[in-house]
């Protein structure tokens, strides 16, 4: 199955707080889905940073090699 090219690293940044507004918490896997190319995967991780930098989200990681869980850095009333 073909997908779309059209990725920016704007429209990841979106997708992954409207996730995140509705689920609370989301895990790296969970953001990539069933579509692992490379290029959603450094998409991804690139909106993540960015996000971080910003103080919009907060991650952890447990364990080496472990999951990687997203939160929302500030609580919605």
Excluded at 16 to 44: A, C, N, P, W
Excluded at 46 to 73: H, N, P, W, Y
Aim: glycine share 2%.
């Amino acid at each position: 199955m073909a997908f779309s090219s059209a990725l920016s690293l704007t429209d990841r940044i979106n997708e992954i707080m409207e996730r995140l507004s509705e689920e609370k918490q989301l895990s790296f896997l969970d953001l990539l889905g069933d579509r692992r190319d490379r290029k959603r995967i450094v998409y991804t991780f690139l909106a993540i940073l960015e996000l971080m930098k910003l103080r919009v989200v907060r991650a952890f990681q447990t364990d080496s090699f472990g999951a990687i869980r997203l939160f929302l850095a500030v609580k919605e009333e």
